[in-house]
């Protein structure tokens, strides 16, 4: 199975039986903007450095009711109306992140 083509802004899991390297080659991203529909949105961070949740998703704040990321074999969550038990602090370049929207909206990326 071959993956053609990866679009800015989603994200992607993918199911190995063993580790290996992906190699991917094509254009820097230059669009900053993502469109989340309301609900489940599984995204990718367009960013060249990794950010803390609330500098990364400052353009949504109050639009968003979670997130969830599989790091490192387990789940993680970013909840910001409960920070106490939200285990997911940064946003990484190269990890896929699920987004609860609680509207449609535009994730604008700095």
Known sequence: I???????GKGYYISMKEAAN??????????KTISLTKGWNLVGFNSIEA??????????????????AYVNGKW????????????LSTM??????WIYAV????????
């Open 2 to 8: 071959s993956l053609d083509t990866i679009e800015p």
């Open 51 to 68: 950010k803390p949740m609330a500098n990364a998703l400052d353009s949504i704040a109050g639009r968003y009711l979670a997130v969830f």
């Open 22 to 31: 992906l190699t991917t080659i094509g254009s820097a991203i230059t669009s």
């Open 92 to 97: 990484t370049p190269g990890y896929g992140y």
């Open 103 to 110: 509207t449609d909206t535009n994730w604008s990326l700095q």
């Open 76 to 87: 993680m969550i970013h909840d910001p109306n409960n920070l106490a038990t939200s285990d």
